[in-house]
């Protein structure tokens, strides 16, 4: 069970009040509390919960400390088992081991109680140097205060990396000089010795093989783009294009120059941001209907008001299938789509679809091309089996059963269309 410390700041039990007033002079109050009280009960729910833990620790006069959190402290245990240091052999040696429970704020009274007598403070850690930071942040300026080390070693050289990830082997070989720099590490040593003839990592010859839509999804078609062309990726299935075949000419690939990718409902509007700094005239988006409904449409509108010359190829498959083949909240039917896109004051619009005589009996606005686009835009199976009948009985064209055929629809944005975005 939680453990609640004690509550009491400046005399009296601390309540927090939120106040959804998020503005001065409300604002004063909960940045005071933010960095003031609010991180002070947190450090004391450290203590009285015990989160940061001395795993290993034997005498006072230890000369060596390994901290880490999370994850990495289990790496850790590993390069340590690797280095032949179990508990008996680190408190043997006078290294000490702190696990890190809450990395934030850091709480003082474990890193004073963990650092008091050592030489050196090793922080091993994923990505920058959060903890190291800290850690110096408390001891800096401290009379005998140990060094504290973990991106580089004392004389400047890499010993973790701040980029990627760390494995066992990687920390092992970066703990191990450190350990040397302070005592005598048998074991340290002989790993040293039979390692290096292992150093070299065997790569196995495994195949690349590249994600791809599910067979008969209809994005297998309607990502494809005209040679040549600069096209913007977005979120959903779609994504996909950012890893397929870039081998052609600056990384293009039968789904064109990919040119970016944008948060979900951002798809195009980098464009705006783009267009008067490049000769290329035009961009192909790429859009989900799930997305475009969401927040894409906020998008698209963007780039009409900017007058900059986009394609969105709207891809309606009626479902927000990377995520698992939910429904679009708030889908419409293509028609109406069209009658939204047009009052958005899209410029052109065109149906692209596998089903054209879906669209034979319907009411569409006079600016609407359809075309058909052979059999190939087809819902995946997964969503098929998904979806199956939840649109069943719809008669709206795209809006049916999931396993039927799906459309397409292309939609031309921006006051001006070059010709390379039919
Ligand atoms: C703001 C936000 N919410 C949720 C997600 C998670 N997400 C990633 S892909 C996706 C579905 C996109 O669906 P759709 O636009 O229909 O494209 P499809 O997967 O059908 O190609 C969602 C919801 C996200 N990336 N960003």
Redesign the pocket.
Known sequence: MPVIPDLEIDGKPYRHQPDGRLVRPFLDGLEATLFGARLELARRYAVANDLNRITVRTADDDRVGLVAAGKTYLDLRQALRQLGLDDAELGRRGVRLLELGMVHPLEPSIVDSFAAGLAEIVVVEEKRSFIEAAVKDRLYGRAGAPLVTGKVTPDGQVMLARSGELDPDIIAQAIAGRLLAHGDFPSVRAWLDRAKPRRKRISLPLLARTPFYCSGCP?NTSTRAPEGSLVGAG????AMVLLMDHDGPAGSSRFGEIVGVT???GEGAQWIGMAPFLERQHLLQNL????FHHSGSLALRATVAARVNVTYKL?Y?S?????GGQQ?IGLRSVPEITRMLLAEGVKRIIISTGEPKDYRRVALPRTVSRCGAGGADRAGAGDSRRGAGRHGSDPRPGMRDRAAPQTQTRVGAGAEHSGDDQ
């Not at 979120?235 to 779609?238: A, F, L, M, Q």
């Not at 989900?288 to 997305?291: A, I, L, R």
């Open positions: 994005h979120i959903g299935c779609h948060q979900m409902g989900g209907d799930g997305t891809l498959n479902a927000v299938a990377m995520t679009a």
